[in-house]
């Protein structure tokens, strides 16, 4: 059995907010995603930027407004956010005293469709049918 307890394990300062980094798991898993758990302090943002992944936040505590290009939504605990690969977003905490957290899994990136699985083959065939 393998646990990552979130009292131990490593956060650091990424994208404006507490950022753990989940996938890939070192000696234990490296899918063809990854993923981590992000939490925005009070009254903070995000800082916006885009990437070539395809991503999905999943929002597990807290409030806040979304922004996604040139669209803006509130957001709470239970949302499912997509954003497509090259979205310029960023995500607002809109509490003065409690903090936002959420899960982000992003996939399809150039360098994970080419990375070697454990057994030597490529992921590629998983990120095929996702959208260029």
């Known amino acids: 059995m393998h ?16 950022f753990r980094r ?20 009070a009254g903070e ?8 992944e395809d991503e999905t936040f999943i929002i597990v505590s807290g409030t806040g407004i979304m922004t996604v290009d040139d669209e ?3 957001v709470e605990k239970g949302d499912v956010i997509y954003l497509p690969r090259f979205s310029q977003h960023h995500l607002q905490n809109t509490s003065a005293v409690e903090s936002l957290e959420f899960l982000t899994v992003w996939w ?10 454990p057994t030597g083959a490529t992921t590629q065939s998983v990120v095929e049918g996702q959208p260029a």
Do not use: C, F, L
């Open 3 to 18: 646990i990552r307890k979130a009292s131990t394990d490593v956060s650091k300062s990424e994208y404006g907010g507490d």
């Open 22 to 41: 989940i996938y890939p798991w070192a000696g234990v898993s490296t899918p063809p995603w990854g993923s981590a758990w992000m939490t925005i302090a």
């Open 45 to 52: 943002a995000s800082n916006p930027h885009n990437h070539d």
């Open 72 to 74: 803006s939504q509130p």
């Open 108 to 117: 399809g990136a150039p360098e994970v469709s080419a990375a070697p699985t």
